[in-house]
Protein backbone atom coordinates (compact mmCIF):
# COMPACT_ATOMS: atom_id res chain seq x y z
CA UNK A 1 0.00 0.00 0.00
CA UNK A 2 1.29 3.38 -1.23
CA UNK A 3 2.18 5.72 1.38
CA UNK A 4 0.28 8.98 1.53
CA UNK A 5 2.25 12.51 1.16
CA UNK A 6 2.02 15.26 3.90
CA UNK A 7 0.19 18.17 2.89
CA UNK A 8 1.46 21.03 0.49
CA UNK A 9 2.44 23.67 3.10
CA UNK A 10 4.96 26.38 3.16
CA UNK A 11 6.60 27.81 6.18
CA UNK A 12 8.72 31.43 5.53
CA UNK A 13 11.04 30.71 8.96
CA UNK A 14 13.02 26.81 8.49
CA UNK A 15 13.78 26.87 12.41
CA UNK A 16 9.91 27.28 13.42
CA UNK A 17 8.18 24.35 15.20
CA UNK A 18 5.51 24.44 12.23
CA UNK A 19 8.10 24.35 9.79
CA UNK A 20 10.16 21.11 11.40
CA UNK A 21 6.60 19.56 11.94
CA UNK A 22 6.18 19.52 9.04
CA UNK A 23 9.29 18.39 7.56
CA UNK A 24 9.54 15.50 10.06
CA UNK A 25 6.17 14.29 8.55
CA UNK A 26 7.54 14.63 4.92
CA UNK A 27 10.79 13.19 5.59
CA UNK A 28 8.97 9.87 7.94
CA UNK A 29 6.05 9.62 5.10
CA UNK A 30 8.73 8.98 2.55
CA UNK A 31 11.09 6.16 4.20
CA UNK A 32 10.62 2.85 2.56
CA UNK A 33 9.07 -0.23 4.65
CA UNK A 34 11.89 -1.54 6.86
CA UNK A 35 13.49 1.58 7.44
CA UNK A 36 12.34 4.16 11.13
CA UNK A 37 13.48 7.47 11.51
CA UNK A 38 14.98 7.53 14.82
CA UNK A 39 16.83 10.87 15.16
CA UNK A 40 17.21 13.98 14.06
CA UNK A 41 19.42 17.21 14.30
CA UNK A 42 19.33 20.83 12.16
CA UNK A 43 21.96 23.22 11.64
CA UNK A 44 21.91 26.85 12.97
CA UNK A 45 22.86 29.03 10.39
CA UNK A 46 21.17 27.27 6.86
CA UNK A 47 18.15 25.25 6.11
CA UNK A 48 20.15 21.79 6.32
CA UNK A 49 18.90 18.81 8.58
CA UNK A 50 20.09 15.57 9.26
CA UNK A 51 18.26 12.22 10.47
CA UNK A 52 19.20 8.96 11.63
CA UNK A 53 16.91 6.42 10.26
CA UNK A 54 17.61 2.71 11.21
CA UNK A 55 16.58 -0.60 10.08
CA UNK A 56 17.65 -4.15 10.46
CA UNK A 57 19.17 -6.89 8.07
CA UNK A 58 18.10 -10.19 7.56
CA UNK A 59 19.59 -11.37 10.87
CA UNK A 60 18.19 -8.81 12.87
CA UNK A 61 21.67 -7.01 13.36
CA UNK A 62 20.43 -2.82 13.64
CA UNK A 63 22.22 -0.55 11.03
CA UNK A 64 22.24 3.34 11.00
CA UNK A 65 21.88 5.63 8.13
CA UNK A 66 22.62 9.24 7.63
CA UNK A 67 20.56 11.40 5.43
CA UNK A 68 20.89 15.07 5.04
CA UNK A 69 18.51 17.61 3.43
CA UNK A 70 20.17 20.81 2.27
CA UNK A 71 19.94 23.46 -0.82
CA UNK A 72 23.67 23.23 -0.97
CA UNK A 73 26.47 20.30 -0.91
CA UNK A 74 27.89 19.00 1.80
CA UNK A 75 31.25 20.85 2.20
CA UNK A 76 33.00 17.08 3.58
CA UNK A 77 34.31 14.77 0.98
CA UNK A 78 34.16 10.87 1.69
CA UNK A 79 31.23 11.22 4.40
CA UNK A 80 29.18 8.26 4.91
CA UNK A 81 25.92 10.21 4.08
CA UNK A 82 23.20 10.03 1.60
CA UNK A 83 22.39 13.64 0.50
CA UNK A 84 19.28 15.19 -1.10
CA UNK A 85 19.42 18.70 -2.38
CA UNK A 86 16.15 20.42 -2.73
CA UNK A 87 15.19 24.04 -3.30
CA UNK A 88 14.37 26.02 -0.25
CA UNK A 89 11.53 27.37 0.02
CA UNK A 90 10.30 24.17 -1.88
CA UNK A 91 7.33 22.11 -1.61
CA UNK A 92 7.09 19.35 0.94
CA UNK A 93 5.68 17.12 -2.38
CA UNK A 94 8.90 18.11 -3.75
CA UNK A 95 11.12 16.91 -1.02
CA UNK A 96 8.73 13.46 -0.39
CA UNK A 97 9.58 12.69 -4.17
CA UNK A 98 13.41 13.88 -3.40
CA UNK A 99 13.57 11.16 -0.31
CA UNK A 100 11.65 8.54 -1.30
CA UNK A 101 14.08 8.43 -5.19
CA UNK A 102 17.32 8.82 -2.61
CA UNK A 103 16.60 5.75 -0.29
CA UNK A 104 16.67 3.25 -3.80
CA UNK A 105 17.57 -0.12 -2.13
CA UNK A 106 21.22 -0.17 -3.58
CA UNK A 107 21.33 3.34 -2.56
CA UNK A 108 20.51 2.00 1.30
CA UNK A 109 22.75 -0.81 1.01
CA UNK A 110 26.25 1.47 0.22
CA UNK A 111 25.05 4.18 2.85
CA UNK A 112 24.48 2.02 5.88
CA UNK A 113 26.95 1.91 8.38
CA UNK A 114 27.01 -0.44 11.72
CA UNK A 115 28.45 0.16 15.12
CA UNK A 116 31.33 -1.94 16.34
CA UNK A 117 32.03 -2.89 20.47
CA UNK A 118 35.00 -0.40 19.95
CA UNK A 119 32.46 2.19 17.89
CA UNK A 120 30.57 2.32 21.04
CA UNK A 121 33.15 2.67 23.63
CA UNK A 122 34.74 5.30 21.38
CA UNK A 123 31.08 7.01 21.45
CA UNK A 124 31.02 6.30 25.36
CA UNK A 125 34.14 8.14 25.67
CA UNK A 126 33.30 10.97 23.97
CA UNK A 127 29.90 11.68 26.00
CA UNK A 128 32.30 10.66 29.28
CA UNK A 129 34.46 13.81 27.82
CA UNK A 130 32.22 16.27 27.09
CA UNK A 131 30.19 15.85 30.45
CA UNK A 132 33.63 17.18 31.58
CA UNK A 133 33.22 19.68 29.08
CA UNK A 134 36.55 18.29 27.18
CA UNK A 135 35.56 18.38 23.12
CA UNK A 136 38.36 16.98 20.39
CA UNK A 137 39.34 19.31 18.54
CA UNK A 138 41.47 19.45 15.09
CA UNK A 139 43.44 22.48 13.68
CA UNK A 140 43.11 22.92 10.33
CA UNK A 141 45.07 24.93 7.64
CA UNK A 142 44.10 28.72 7.45
CA UNK A 143 43.02 28.37 3.33
CA UNK A 144 40.48 25.94 4.54
CA UNK A 145 39.54 26.78 8.11
CA UNK A 146 39.22 30.97 6.59
CA UNK A 147 37.00 29.67 3.62
CA UNK A 148 34.13 28.60 6.29
CA UNK A 149 32.91 25.48 4.38
CA UNK A 150 33.38 26.78 1.00
CA UNK A 151 36.23 24.80 0.50
CA UNK A 152 35.82 21.44 0.34
CA UNK A 153 37.67 19.00 3.33
CA UNK A 154 38.41 15.28 2.33
CA UNK A 155 37.83 13.47 5.14
CA UNK A 156 40.37 10.95 4.29
CA UNK A 157 42.85 13.00 3.90
CA UNK A 158 42.90 16.74 5.10
CA UNK A 159 40.94 15.53 8.14
CA UNK A 160 44.02 12.87 9.11
CA UNK A 161 46.70 15.29 8.12
CA UNK A 162 45.09 18.06 10.86
CA UNK A 163 46.33 18.19 14.25
CA UNK A 164 43.89 16.38 16.90
CA UNK A 165 44.01 18.29 20.43
CA UNK A 166 41.89 17.63 23.45
CA UNK A 167 40.65 20.51 24.89
CA UNK A 168 38.00 22.50 26.98
CA UNK A 169 35.08 23.12 25.80
CA UNK A 170 34.38 26.29 26.76
CA UNK A 171 37.57 27.58 26.86
CA UNK A 172 40.64 26.33 24.36
CA UNK A 173 43.08 28.47 26.22
CA UNK A 174 42.55 26.80 29.49
CA UNK A 175 43.23 23.55 27.80
CA UNK A 176 44.23 21.99 24.41
CA UNK A 177 46.39 18.88 24.32
CA UNK A 178 48.52 17.36 21.22
CA UNK A 179 46.86 13.77 21.12
CA UNK A 180 48.43 11.44 18.43
CA UNK A 181 46.67 8.58 18.13
CA UNK A 182 45.92 8.00 14.49
CA UNK A 183 43.52 5.32 14.31
CA UNK A 184 41.43 6.66 16.74
CA UNK A 185 42.11 10.05 14.46
CA UNK A 186 40.46 7.71 11.52
CA UNK A 187 37.56 7.06 14.04
CA UNK A 188 36.58 10.53 14.66
CA UNK A 189 36.72 11.41 11.12
CA UNK A 190 34.57 8.73 10.07
CA UNK A 191 32.63 9.27 12.70
CA UNK A 192 32.36 13.08 11.35
CA UNK A 193 31.17 11.79 8.38
CA UNK A 194 28.14 9.90 9.81
CA UNK A 195 26.98 12.90 11.74
CA UNK A 196 28.12 11.39 15.06
CA UNK A 197 29.98 14.57 15.07
CA UNK A 198 29.47 17.62 14.45
CA UNK A 199 31.18 20.94 13.69
CA UNK A 200 32.00 24.51 15.17
CA UNK A 201 34.24 26.96 13.83
CA UNK A 202 36.44 28.49 16.58
CA UNK A 203 39.31 30.96 16.38
CA UNK A 204 43.31 30.30 15.51
CA UNK A 205 41.70 27.41 12.58
CA UNK A 206 40.13 25.12 15.41
CA UNK A 207 37.28 23.03 14.73
CA UNK A 208 35.59 22.27 17.38
CA UNK A 209 33.61 18.44 17.33
CA UNK A 210 31.13 17.51 19.19
CA UNK A 211 28.91 14.37 19.92
CA UNK A 212 25.53 14.49 18.39
CA UNK A 213 23.90 13.26 21.57
CA UNK A 214 20.18 13.43 20.20
CA UNK A 215 21.71 10.90 18.17
CA UNK A 216 24.04 8.62 20.62
CA UNK A 217 21.15 8.39 23.00
CA UNK A 218 18.98 6.26 20.30
CA UNK A 219 22.29 4.43 19.46
CA UNK A 220 23.05 3.11 22.66
CA UNK A 221 19.86 2.55 23.77
CA UNK A 222 19.33 0.06 20.70
CA UNK A 223 22.39 -1.61 21.08
CA UNK A 224 22.03 -2.47 24.76
CA UNK A 225 24.66 -0.12 26.19
CA UNK A 226 26.54 -0.80 29.34
CA UNK A 227 27.96 2.54 29.05
CA UNK A 228 31.66 1.74 29.73
CA UNK A 229 34.71 2.22 27.30
CA UNK A 230 37.84 1.41 29.48
CA UNK A 231 39.17 -1.74 28.57
CA UNK A 232 38.13 -1.68 24.43
CA UNK A 233 39.93 2.12 24.15
CA UNK A 234 42.74 0.44 26.07
CA UNK A 235 42.82 -2.72 23.65
CA UNK A 236 42.24 -0.59 20.63
CA UNK A 237 44.55 2.56 21.66
CA UNK A 238 47.01 1.55 24.21
CA UNK A 239 47.46 1.97 28.19
CA UNK A 240 49.26 5.75 27.77
CA UNK A 241 45.99 7.12 25.92
CA UNK A 242 43.73 5.96 28.72
CA UNK A 243 45.66 7.47 31.18
CA UNK A 244 45.87 10.47 29.55
CA UNK A 245 41.82 10.81 29.28
CA UNK A 246 41.74 9.83 32.92
CA UNK A 247 44.20 12.04 33.94
CA UNK A 248 42.49 14.64 32.20
CA UNK A 249 39.12 14.19 33.60
CA UNK A 250 40.61 14.66 37.14
CA UNK A 251 41.74 18.22 35.94
CA UNK A 252 38.52 19.21 34.61
CA UNK A 253 36.38 17.61 38.32
CA UNK A 254 39.29 19.85 39.75
CA UNK A 255 38.62 22.83 37.72
CA UNK A 256 35.08 22.84 37.83
CA UNK A 257 34.37 22.05 41.08
CA UNK A 258 36.22 25.30 42.42
CA UNK A 259 33.95 27.15 40.21
CA UNK A 260 31.04 28.67 41.31
CA UNK A 261 27.67 27.25 39.86
Given at each position: ?????????A???TD??SY?????????????D??E????N?ARS?????????G?????Q???I??R?AT?????RH????E??????????????????????I????????L???D?A????????????????????????????????????????????????N???????????????????T??????L???????????LL???????????E??NDG?W?????????Q????????????Q??V??????
Amino acid sequence: MAKSRPREQAYEFTDKPSYREWLIETVRAALPDGLELAASNYARSTASSYWLIKGFDTQGQVYWITLRVATHPLWLRHAHQIEVLWEEPGTFGDLFNAVSNSLHPITVQEARFTLSPLDIAVLNLLITLEHHKLIWFIRMIPDIAHAHKDKAFDLKTDFLNCELLLGDRNNANNLLLPIEVPRLQKKLATFFGENLLFSQFTKHSLLKLLPTNQWLKPILDEQGNDGEWEDEIRAAYGQTFVNTCQKLLKHQEKVYEKRPS
